[in-house]
């Protein structure tokens, strides 16, 4: 063992380089496997909620795409053929959004609208059995925004849905970052002294002979704060982070909920139709003026095609007397997700207590022999603290971990 670069010893030693570099890989998995297996229940807790909130809300959209379509089907149904790439697109639009997609709810909410407003006009301001031409349409879609045939709705459901829709993709977007931290955190890169303090720490007794030998909790303390100084910087972060899922978690109920929302979006467009009927004739009269006499040509208005029971099953899921409501299940997840809190600040000692570490008052091992007691000086947790670690030198944080950190202090001020 004349060449070993790290249990060097005066003692004899059954080790040679080979060995030392084969422990050192050991040393280092043994570490991230411990940090995998510390995370498993907070991992799965994310991701498990992060795909049934995911189902949830596309069980909604569903649901409210299938309610419009029965309104138009039911109350409607001379539209119903007209409307359904209508309902169909704006639905999409809305499912596109809260899955992260970058589009803006006011353009597609105005889209829905605006292209709805033909058909209104044509079936209900002045109806007919014939349909009006493309250049008349696209009068009416420009002039729509003046006449204001659908009263104050549209401005109604753009401001009801917009508040409730934004919480809801800001939530998923925040379980998604929290699956990506630990998973970050979860594969950790260990520096060369680190890894060295690592081997020191686990295998270099075993060159000795004593592979029963743990390590001082002093010398754990020291080498595992060292190694996980990054994470402890996560802490701060963390803690802000399912403080603000707490926050957001309770702004997310009452009148501006999602499903609450979503599932009310047929009665407002309904709302939005009887408008327009009820000020049929004046808004005819307007039309005529700005876009001229409706050009008609002729059509045969197909029936309603759309199955009404499909879905169907769905509405157990959000039944108000059900405990398995969408508001429910966010509550139950938040209060479970409550004890991680302090789960990147506890991390070293939970590692080094439960796990590494001899019982204080045993002999243990401090590095380099089988002591009585660690004499070193412990540090604290931080990559500050670790100026005075006798055990491993660290350099700055990983710029993996800054980037994480710099993503948990976007979503904190996005919520």
Not at 5 to 22: F, G, I, L
Not at 251 to 272: C, I
Not at 304 to 310: T, W
Not at 317 to 334: A, G, L, V
């Amino acid at each position: 063992g004349v060449d070993l670069q790290v249990c060097t010893s005066k003692n004899p030693t059954c080790c040679n380089k080979n060995m030392e570099e084969k422990y050192q890989a050991a040393a280092k998995q043994d570490i991230q496997q411990a940090l995998q297996t510390s995370s498993t229940t907070i991992k799965f807790l994310i991701s498990c909620n992060a795909a049934a909130f995911q189902e949830t809300f596309e069980m909604l959209i569903r649901l409210a795409k299938n309610y419009t379509s029965t309104l138009f089907c039911n109350t409607y149904g001379n539209m119903a053929a007209e409307t359904t790439v209508r309902v169909q697109e704006f639905f999409t639009d809305v499912g596109l959004f809260l899955f992260g997609t970058d589009v803006s709810t006011e353009e597609f909410f105005n889209r829905f609208f605006d292209t709805l407003f033909p058909v209104v006009y044509n079936h209900i301001i002045n109806p007919g059995l014939t349909d009006i031409s493309l250049e008349n349409a696209e009068c009416l879609q420009v002039a729509k925004t003046d006449i204001r045939p659908f009263s104050n709705i549209p401005k109604k459901v753009i401001g009801q849905m917009g508040r409730s829709l934004l919480p809801s993709w800001i939530f998923l977007q925040a379980l998604n970052l929290g699956i990506e931290v630990i998973n970050t955190t979860d594969h950790l890169h260990f520096s060369k002294d680190c890894s060295r303090a690592l081997l020191r720490m686990r295998y270099c007794p075993h060159c000795q002979g004593l592979t029963l030998s743990k390590p001082c909790m002093g010398c754990c303390l020291n080498i595992i704060w060292g190694c996980l100084a990054d994470l402890t910087e996560v802490d701060l972060h963390w803690r802000g982070y399912i403080q603000s899922l707490e926050e957001l978690s309770s702004a997310m109920s009452g009148a501006y909920d999602t499903e609450h929302v979503l599932l009310n979006f047929h009665s407002l467009v309904n709302d939005a139709l009887v408008q327009a009927w009820i000020h049929g004739p004046g808004l005819s009269e307007q039309m005529n003026k700005i876009c001229g006499p409706p050009v008609r040509k002729p059509m045969q208005s197909p029936g309603c095609s759309f199955d009404q029971n499909k879905d169907n099953q769905g509405l157990k899921m959000f039944s108000r007397d059900s405990e398995e409501t969408p508001t429910n299940r966010r509550k139950e997840f938040i209060s479970h997700l409550r004890h991680y809190r302090a789960f990147y600040g506890s991390l070293v000692d939970q590692l080094c207590w439960n796990e590494l570490a001899a019982a204080d008052g045993l002999p243990c091992w401090n590095g380099e022999d089988v002591v009585r007691s660690y004499t070193y000086h412990v540090v604290g947790s931080g990559i500050k603290a670790q100026s005075a670690n006798p055990e491993v030198e660290v350099k700055g944080t990983d710029p993996v971990i800054s980037q994480i950190i710099d993503k948990l202090k976007h979503i904190i001020q996005v919520i």
